[in-house]
């Protein structure tokens, strides 16, 4: 998310606005060429066009979200029917790690992330919990079934279908993925979802520290 956010700010600091549409979203030009240079992973553009003519904003929910994270930071502004930088933004288009000390916070503390589901979702726990458990748990790789176990217990056996795995992946490992704070590992074919390893990065250990004090995301320094 970070290399996404400093390319549409760097495409801003290009061609200074970016058209939106009636309902002050990004016009489908510009959708389509964040799609091509994000290169986000699991995302595949010509999957995508082959069942589907036209993408909009909504269609890629990587932009959607940064569109929204940016206006929120501040970073860049609506003006009748174009996106234009701010004075912050400019000055952090080149800055991938200020970009993070801003961005990260944000989008993991203060973002409800069980409403990005179809399903409505109940929020699952505190993240200094989620946190501490993956600075260990994560080192070597851990699953959402396994973060089930440790968080909740093993599932009734009883139910047909156990939701909790694809909450903790929706609402911890795809945002931490998206930080780039975890990676999803090596995978065997035909591996069940909720048995896919996801591994710390290297800016894991960059950029948090353990125990927790007030300043849970240290600085970055170039």
């Not at 549409?8 to 600091?13: C, P, Q, S």
């Not at 979200?65 to 701010?86: A, D």
């Not at 080149?94 to 399903?119: E, M, V």
């Not at 909740?152 to 909790?164: E, I």
Request: glycine share 6%.
């Amino acid at each position: 998310m970070i290399r996404a956010a400093g390319k549409l700010l760097g495409y801003l600091v290009e061609h200074q606005t970016i058209g939106l549409t009636q309902t002050k979203a990004f016009q489908r030009s510009f959708v389509l060429w964040a799609a091509e240079a994000f290169e986000w992973p699991g995302f595949d553009l010509e999957r995508y066009f082959a069942v589907s003519k036209v993408m909009n904003e909504y269609d890629f929910p990587p932009l959607e979200n940064l569109h929204f994270i940016l206006l929120k930071l501040k970073l860049i502004r609506h003006y009748k029917l174009t996106c234009r930088l701010t004075k912050s933004g400019s000055a952090l288009a080149d800055k991938p790690g200020d970009l993070f000390n801003l961005i990260a916070p944000f989008f993991l503390f203060r973002i409800d992330h069980a409403t990005s589901t179809r399903t409505p979702e109940p929020l699952l726990g505190n993240w200094d919990v989620f946190l501490g458990i993956l600075n260990v748990e994560a080192e070597g790789g851990v699953s959402s079934a396994r973060l089930r176990e440790i968080l909740y217990g093993a599932p009734d056996p009883d139910d047909p279908y156990d939701r909790v795995p694809g909450m903790i992946y929706s609402q911890v490992l795809s945002p931490l993925c998206a930080m780039g704070l975890l990676v999803e590992g090596e995978t065997k074919k035909r591996q069940a979802f909720d048995e896919r390893p996801y591994v710390k990065t290297p800016l894991w250990a960059e950029a948090l520290r353990f125990p927790f004090d007030p300043e849970w995301v240290a600085p970055i320094h170039h």
